[in-house]
């Protein structure tokens, strides 16, 4: 599963040919969530408020590239890598 970012320790992933809806995968020290680009957590849990609130600023912000990317892997293209957070 391509890395598509990391900042801050967390690790951003995107499978290729996955189901609906669009989301991505998530560690943050050890810990790992599926979530989805309106920032809900679908499974698991990240353990850290802090974590979570920047993954979401990262999908506000990165809302379209993540969207041009799952549409990549959905057509089993290589997905792009996407800028991290500052």
Do not use: C
Not at 15 to 32: F, G, L, R, W
Not at 52 to 58: Q, S
């Amino acid at each position: 599963m391509p890395i598509i970012s990391r900042f801050f320790g967390i690790i951003v992933r995107m499978y290729y040919d996955e189901h609906n809806p669009p989301h991505i995968h998530v560690e943050y020290q050890n810990n790992k969530a599926v979530i989805d680009f309106n920032g809900n957590i679908l499974k698991g849990d990240l353990k850290s408020r802090t974590a979570t609130r920047l993954i979401r600023e990262w999908i506000d912000i990165h809302f379209k590239d993540l969207d041009e990317d799952w549409n990549l892997a959905q057509s089993g293209k290589e997905v792009h890598e996407i800028k991290p957070l500052d």
